[in-house]
């Protein structure tokens, strides 16, 4: 029987098993969305902007592993989750975009709405497409689905003419794809991994330093053993954190620009670097002349672009982390079953990084009177511990809890690394949330970050979808003060926000509860009340607004040249202009 | 260095955009292009001319491959190859020099294909070597107009080996 390109849509959605979608209707797809209204299978989150959308379907397939969709109209609707695709492409998310378009008739014409969503969306799209006729849909959502989720996963646009929506053609969905210029590579290749192994067991020195490729290829499970067996500390980037969990005595969090010093120095001392699942970004190498000096690289990724575009790699592996892992783990046990032995060889290396660790740990100083930002996360921790997932925004908040959160379950660590979007931790809450009702979710953010999506309250308050934000309010936009102190002699150009709005009325007038709490006595007090409530929740944390995050590798410095702390001769003064000369009349850090 | 990269694509809507588009992206330079459909009517060919070091290649390679719609991807640099490209080349000929230009095309093997009383339309196709030296001999006359293809590409057939090598595989 024939079906119209809508209700192909939506049978092919149903194929593909997606239980939800988040968009906002339009013109152009009025009848997919007329379709979608009249059954149940697939449900329809309406946001409140198209950004939040494609936000939410990012927080879903994070936290999923499964591909989020977004389905927004042309023109504005699809420019308004372009931000969305560009984030979604740097950290490799498996997502399908629909967009709407003006028929077929009316492409090229600049016809009301219009917009060249294949051609903007393709610099950041993994793949995109335009149908052109109906009888080629339901074949090209399949091949979307396959392409976003398979290799290394990322966004694909698929763009839907109106008249392809209503009119018909016979319906079959196709169980195979047939794309002949693309097959990801599995397996890695036997000789390569047999000599990895052989490194592995004779380095003296080395560091496993795990990426965002750990957690799409699931490989939580081979990479603990792989760690476990050649007793070799971990590191992990922003992108890769809760693939190893940050308890384990292995563990040394995350490395780089606001890694740990433990971390950094081992890797800058590592004579083996063995790379799973990770892009040598630069916010990780700093300086890259002078990134591990003496390492030797074995390099799993199962993009080959990744390899060798910003270091050397000596050993490379093509593969999917979990594949590749699983074979040298085999080939490991069949070389060396003596676990002592290995045990002593690494010691030396474990005692130093200790003591790396015991020289310069995290640390901030709490007092009565102003609530510290750390602290606040440090709390949150103790309370929440293992359970829940957490959605972060970007800014300096963001890598205090990359810090201070030890993550201890795949997927429960959802943020933007690559683009850095501000605006984008609480869409993904509530997509996350969408996926697992029952689960603490919790989106830890700044006022910066947070009023660039805080639409999306509403959409909260109408699914009840009961997130938690910890909103850690310094009245700046902190990571950019931070900067501005170090390099720019404390002139704060535009990063203090002037007036804020009061977030507990804010999210009254949302219909949710909001908390706050002034003084640090009161932190935990606010953070069990909300963590407890049973709808979503906003916690408004007044914290000392010039704390910076350290440690840090200043930008074009080598990794073993952190900085620990404010330098000395900055602070007092910049501060005491700044007190100076705010709050001015009608502006405030603290909300009025 | 200079290299020449066939691209073995889908012959689709687009396709030519997105290799085009990685390489304004990404920096990466395109010294000449050429696309046209390959015998398989499914398929086209495009033949990019690019300069870059070892790395800067390597991660052109890779990117192409990247491509859905890429099927294959031949650095031809790297092989034993020929390549060609036709140059259209409009010069200005005054009657004493009409002579002149039809000596220099001859030398060339190339063709007047279009003639005016003040100009001749010269057609010569060769390696980048041939063509460059046309043109600079046309130049003294005054070029009027002058339009290149690009390179195109193809990889020799393995030589039938010479007697004296085949006795060399044999001892
Ligand atoms: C304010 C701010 C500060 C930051 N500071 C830091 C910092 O201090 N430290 C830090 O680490 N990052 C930091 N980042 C993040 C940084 O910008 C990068 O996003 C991050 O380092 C990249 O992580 P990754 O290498 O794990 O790569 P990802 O972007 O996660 O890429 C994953 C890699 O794995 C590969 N892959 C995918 N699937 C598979 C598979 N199945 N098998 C094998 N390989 C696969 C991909 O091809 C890719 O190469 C910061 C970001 C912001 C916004
Ligand atoms: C959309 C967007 N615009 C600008 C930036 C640049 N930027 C990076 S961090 C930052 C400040 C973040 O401020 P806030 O959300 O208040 O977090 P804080 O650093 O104070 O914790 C800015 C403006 C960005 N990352 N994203």
Same mark, same amino acid.
């Given at each position: +029987?024939?079906?119209?390109?809508?209700?192909?849509?939506?049978?092919?959605?149903?194929?593909?098993?997606?239980?939800?979608?988040?968009?906002?209707?339009?013109?152009?797809?009025?009848?997919?969305?007329?379709?979608?209204?009249? @059954?149940?299978?697939?449900?329809?989150?309406?946001?409140?902007?198209?950004?939040?959308?494609?936000?939410?379907?990012?927080? $879903?397939?994070?936290?999923?592993?499964?591909?989020?969709?977004?389905?927004?109209?042309?023109?504005?609707?699809?420019?308004?989750?372009?931000?969305?695709?560009?984030?979604?492409?740097?950290?490799?998310?498996?997502?399908?975009?629909?967009?709407?378009?003006?028929?077929?008739?009316?492409?090229?014409?600049?016809?009301?709405?219009?917009?060249?969503?294949?051609?903007?969306?393709?610099?950041?799209?993994?793949?995109?497409?335009?149908?052109?006729?109906?009888?080629?849909?339901?074949?090209?959502?399949?091949?979307?689905?396959?392409?976003?989720?398979?290799?290394?996963?990322?966004?694909?646009?698929?763009?839907?003419?109106?008249?392809?929506?209503?009119?018909?053609?016979?319906?079959?969905?196709?169980?195979?794809?047939?794309?002949?210029?693309?097959?990801?590579?599995?397996?890695?290749?036997?000789? @390569?991994?047999?000599?990895?192994?052989?490194?592995?067991?004779?380095?003296?020195?080395?560091?496993?330093?795990?990426?965002?490729?750990?957690?799409?290829?699931?490989?939580?499970?081979?990479?603990?053993?792989?760690?476990? +067996?050649?007793?070799?500390?971990?590191?992990?980037?922003?992108?890769?954190?809760?693939?190893?969990?940050?308890?384990?005595?292995?563990?040394?969090?995350?490395?780089?620009?606001?890694?740990?010093?433990?971390?950094?120095?081992?890797?800058?001392?590592?004579?083996?670097?063995?790379?799973?699942?990770?892009?040598?970004?630069?916010?990780?190498?700093?300086?890259?002349?002078?990134?591990?000096?003496?390492?030797?690289?074995?390099?799993?990724?199962?993009?080959?672009?990744?390899?060798?575009?910003?270091?050397?790699?000596?050993?490379?592996?093509?593969?999917?982390?979990?594949?590749?892992?699983?074979?040298?783990?085999?080939?490991?046990?069949?070389? &060396?079953?003596?676990?002592?032995?290995?045990?002593?060889?690494?010691?030396?290396?474990?005692?130093?990084?200790?003591?790396?660790?015991?020289?310069?740990?995290?640390?901030?100083?709490?007092?009565?009177?102003?609530?510290?930002?750390?602290?606040?996360?440090?709390?949150?921790?103790?309370?929440?511990? &293992?359970?829940?997932?957490?959605?972060?925004?970007?800014?300096?908040?963001?890598?205090?809890?990359? @810090? $201070?959160?030890?993550?201890?379950?795949?997927?429960?660590?959802?943020?933007?690394?690559?683009?850095?979007?501000?605006?984008?931790?609480?869409?993904?809450?509530?997509?996350?949330?969408?996926?697992?009702?029952?689960?603490?979710?919790?989106?830890?953010?700044?006022?910066?970050?947070?009023?660039?999506?805080?639409?999306?309250?509403?959409?909260?308050?109408?699914?009840?979808?009961?997130?938690?934000?910890?909103?850690?309010?310094?009245?700046?936009?902190?990571?950019?003060?931070?900067?501005?102190?170090?390099?720019?002699?404390?002139?704060?150009?535009?990063?203090?926000?002037?007036?804020?709005?009061?977030?507990?009325?804010?999210?009254?007038?949302?219909?949710?509860?909001?908390?706050?709490?002034?003084?640090?006595?009161?932190?935990?007090?606010?953070?069990?009340?909300?963590?407890?409530?049973?709808?979503?929740?906003?916690? &408004?944390?007044?914290?000392?607004?010039?704390?910076?995050?350290? !440690?840090?590798? !200043?930008?074009?410095?080598?990794?073993?040249?952190?900085?620990?702390?404010? !330098?000395?001769?900055?602070?007092?003064?910049?501060?005491?202009?700044?007190?100076?000369?705010?709050?001015?009349?009608?502006?405030?850090?603290?909300?009025? | 260095?200079?290299?020449?990269?066939?691209?073995?694509?889908?012959?689709?809507?687009?396709?030519?955009?997105?290799?085009?588009?990685?390489?304004?992206?990404?920096?990466?330079? %395109?010294?000449?292009?050429?696309?046209?459909?390959?015998?398989?009517?499914?398929?086209?060919? %495009?033949?990019?001319?690019?300069?870059?070091?070892?790395?800067?290649?390597?991660? %052109?390679?890779?990117?192409?491959?990247?491509?859905? /719609?890429?099927?294959?991807?031949?650095?031809?640099? /790297?092989?034993?190859?020929?390549?060609?490209?036709?140059?259209?080349?409009?010069?200005?000929?005054?009657? /004493?020099?009409?002579?002149? =230009?039809?000596?220099?095309?001859?030398?060339?093997? =190339?063709?007047?294909?279009?003639?005016?009383?003040?100009?001749?339309?010269?057609?010569?196709?060769?390696?980048?070597?041939?063509?460059?030296?046309?043109?600079?001999?046309?130049?003294?006359?005054?070029?009027?107009?002058?339009?290149?293809?690009?390179?195109?590409?193809? =990889?020799? /057939? =393995?030589?039938?080996?010479?007697?004296?090598?085949?006795?060399?595989?044999?001892?």
């Amino acid at each position: +029987m024939k079906k119209t390109g809508a209700e192909i849509f939506v049978e092919s959605l149903k194929q593909e098993g997606v239980k939800v979608l988040f968009g906002i209707p339009g013109g152009v797809v009025l009848k997919i969305f007329d379709v979608l209204h009249q @059954q149940k299978d697939v449900e329809v989150v309406l946001t409140r902007h198209e950004q939040g959308a494609a936000h939410m379907a990012e927080g $879903y397939a994070k936290a999923t592993g499964k591909v989020g969709v977004a389905l927004v109209t042309s023109g504005p609707g699809m420019t308004n989750i372009v931000t969305g695709l560009a984030d979604a492409y740097m950290d490799s998310v498996p997502m399908v975009a629909f967009t709407g378009q003006v028929s077929t008739n009316l492409i090229g014409n600049d016809a009301f709405q219009e917009a060249d969503n294949v051609g903007i969306s393709r610099p950041c799209t993994k793949h995109n497409v335009l149908v052109k006729d109906v009888r080629d849909l339901a074949r090209t959502i399949k091949e979307a689905f396959y392409i976003a989720r398979t290799g290394r996963p990322g966004p694909v646009l698929v763009d839907i003419p109106k008249d392809v929506s209503t009119e018909k053609a016979e319906f079959k969905y196709p169980d195979k794809v047939n794309l002949r210029g693309y097959s990801p590579t599995y397996d890695g290749d036997k000789h @390569q991994i047999k000599q990895a192994a052989e490194e592995i067991l004779k380095a003296k020195k080395p560091v496993i330093y795990i990426g965002g490729g750990a957690l799409f290829s699931d490989a939580a499970h081979e990479i603990l053993e792989f760690a476990e +067996m050649t007793q070799i500390p971990v590191t992990m980037t922003l992108m890769g954190l809760s693939a190893f969990p940050g308890g384990h005595s292995l563990s040394m969090g995350m490395l780089g620009m606001h890694g740990t010093y433990w971390s950094n120095m081992a890797m800058h001392y590592a004579d083996l670097v063995i790379a799973v699942g990770a892009r040598f970004d630069d916010r990780v190498t700093g300086k890259i002349p002078e990134f591990c000096p003496e390492a030797r690289f074995v390099h799993i990724d199962i993009d080959p672009t990744s390899i060798r575009k910003n270091v050397e790699a000596h050993i490379p592996i093509v593969g999917d982390v979990k594949t590749v892992l699983r074979q040298l783990n085999v080939v490991l046990r069949s070389m &060396d079953g003596n676990q002592r032995e290995i045990k002593e060889l690494r010691r030396p290396w474990q005692k130093q990084i200790a003591e790396w660790k015991q020289a310069h740990p995290l640390k901030y100083h709490q007092d009565e009177k102003s609530t510290k930002p750390q602290y606040v996360i440090e709390e949150l921790y103790k309370l929440t511990h &293992d359970k829940g997932i957490i959605a972060t925004d970007v800014g300096q908040h963001q890598m205090w809890a990359a @810090q $201070y959160f030890k993550g201890a379950k795949p997927r429960t660590w959802l943020t933007s690394g690559g683009l850095g979007t501000m605006g984008f931790g609480f869409p993904a809450a509530i997509g996350a949330q969408k996926a697992y009702p029952g689960e603490l979710v919790v989106c830890i953010t700044s006022e910066g970050s947070f009023q660039m999506n805080l639409q999306e309250l509403a959409t909260a308050a109408t699914y009840n979808l009961p997130v938690k934000i910890v909103l850690l309010n310094n009245g700046f936009h902190g990571m950019v003060r931070q900067w501005q102190d170090l390099f720019y002699d404390g002139r704060y150009a535009s990063s203090y926000l002037g007036k804020i709005p009061d977030f507990v009325k804010l999210a009254g007038a949302y219909g949710i509860r909001g908390l706050r709490a002034l003084k640090p006595a009161e932190v935990e007090p606010v953070l069990r009340e909300g963590l407890k409530h049973k709808g979503p929740v906003l916690m &408004d944390f007044p914290v000392y607004p010039f704390e910076n995050c350290y !440690p840090m590798i !200043p930008a074009g410095a080598a990794q073993h040249e952190m900085v620990l702390e404010d !330098p000395p001769k900055l602070t007092k003064a910049q501060r005491g202009r700044v007190a100076k000369k705010k709050p001015e009349e009608g502006e405030g850090v603290l909300p009025a | 260095m200079e290299r020449i990269i066939s691209v073995l694509v889908e012959n689709k809507f687009g396709v030519l955009a997105r290799v085009a588009g990685l390489f304004s992206a990404r920096g990466y330079n %395109i010294e000449s292009l050429s696309v046209a459909p390959t015998l398989d009517p499914t398929t086209s060919m %495009i033949t990019i001319v690019t300069v870059g070091d070892d790395r800067i290649i390597e991660q %052109i390679m890779k990117q192409l491959n990247k491509v859905v /719609e890429v099927l294959k991807v031949v650095d031809m640099t /790297e092989t034993s190859y020929l390549d060609r490209e036709t140059a259209l080349i409009k010069v200005h000929t005054r009657p /004493e020099h009409r002579d002149e =230009a039809m000596r220099i095309a001859d030398i060339f093997r =190339a063709k007047i294909v279009d003639s005016s009383p003040t100009t001749y339309t010269i057609e010569v196709t060769g390696d980048v070597d041939k063509v460059e030296a046309l043109i600079n001999m046309l130049q003294p006359l005054g070029i009027k107009e002058l339009i290149r293809t690009g390179r195109v590409a193809i =990889a020799r /057939e =393995a030589k039938v080996p010479s007697r004296r090598e085949s006795q060399a595989a044999k001892a």
